[in-house]
């Protein structure tokens, strides 16, 4: 990885989810513009606040797809992150273990 790059995993995929109330929502049903979390797999050497292993949430929307050895990653700058979620960062006083 070079410079500022952030190289993740999709934790889920594009297909069917449910709700909170257990309701099944189908994958051809229009949401929102919605987030999503990925797991970091790589980081470029000028990366400063993630760490492969972490999770990160971001825009789908703004995403460039690769992939390596049959496996879709998503290539995407550190500014284009809106949260990391660590277990590093829950041993600080009042630390809910996320970095917005």
Do not use: C, K
């Amino acid at each position: 990885m070079l410079h500022d790059r952030v190289l993740v995993r999709q934790e889920t995929g594009e297909g069917e989810r449910r709700s909170g109330g257990g309701i099944l929502i189908p994958a051809t049903a229009a949401v929102g513009r919605r987030l999503a979390w990925a797991a970091v797999v790589a980081v470029g050497q000028n990366v400063r606040t993630v760490e492969p292993g972490d999770r990160v949430l971001f825009d789908p929307e703004d995403r460039a797809e690769v992939e390596v050895r049959g496996v879709a990653y998503v290539l995407m700058r550190e500014r284009d992150l809106h949260a990391v979620a660590a277990d590093r960062f829950e041993g600080a006083e009042d630390s809910t273990g996320l970095y917005l």
